[in-house]
């Protein structure tokens, strides 16, 4: 019975993504962000369950990744779909550009399936992981009901979108080495960079809440890339 538990998990994230989906195409932007955020916390625990329960099985594996593609692939291309959708500029020669939303469908699957195969991502990640897209995503809504004009502005500018889109599309798939927020230990020394990630973003999320997750991907990133980049640690 015990090795259904991390499959019936999987299946709650899938779940989520599905019904975040729905929400997404009816407008409900922010609930279709709330959607991906429980199916993320799915996600999370399937894999804790797994290994609590010693019950790793390859169809557990496929069945995530199953999931994930919907939840932090097409769900997001759907939010970024939306935001363009209902955008005024698009009325004006642009209506086709919409439709680049999906490359981060494209480019998640890509993600997933080197995931499923390369066996360098034990300890850290190869490229940006489909829930770290997700999030920053799911934020954009938010930024979009800044009381800041000139930042609500920007965030919904068809061009802003579309770069962001191209940008998360190619971290998806990069050869940038990402740390694992998994720790093998609680000691501070090899868990450095992952106590300095967690304490800066829990202040950035008290201050800025949901808006602050694109600081902290790009925060993730930069340690990142310190940590795993000899040059830039010598020159710091």
């Not at 850290?124 to 930024?143: E, K, M, N, R, Y």
């Not at 609500?152 to 190619?170: D, E, G, K």
């Not at 971290?171 to 868990?191: D, G, H, Q, T, W």
Request: some cysteine; overall charge positive.
């Amino acid at each position: 019975m015990k090795q259904h538990i991390p499959n019936t998990i999987t299946s709650l994230n899938l779940f989520s993504g599905c019904v975040g989906v729905v929400l997404a195409f009816e407008g409900q932007l922010i609930s279709a962000g709330y959607a991906i955020i429980i199916a993320a916390i799915f996600d999370f625990f399937d894999g804790m369950a797994a290994r609590l329960l010693k019950v790793n099985s390859p169809m557990g594996k496929e069945l995530d990744s199953l999931a994930d593609m919907v939840s932090f692939g097409f769900l997001p291309s759907v939010i970024i779909f939306m935001m363009l959708q209902i955008n005024p500029a698009m009325e004006y020669g642009g209506a086709w550009i919409k439709y680049s939303a999906f490359l981060l469908t494209v480019f998640s699957a890509l993600r997933l399936a080197k995931f499923n195969l390369d066996s360098r991502q034990t300890a850290i990640f190869i490229g940006l992981p489909t829930p770290a897209c997700a999030l920053f995503v799911l934020s954009l809504p938010h930024i979009a009901l800044s009381k800041d004009p000139i930042i609500s502005a920007y965030v919904q500018h068809p061009v802003i979108l579309l770069a962001l889109t191209l940008a998360l599309s190619f971290l998806l798939v990069a050869e940038i080495p990402l740390m694992s927020l998994k720790f093998k230990s609680l000691y501070f020394r090899p868990n450095l960079y992952r106590y300095l990630f967690l304490f800066i973003s829990a202040i950035l999320l008290l201050l800025l809440q949901l808006m602050a997750i694109p600081l902290i991907i790009i925060l993730y990133i930069i340690l990142s890339l310190v940590q795993y980049n000899k040059f830039i640690r010598e020159l710091l």
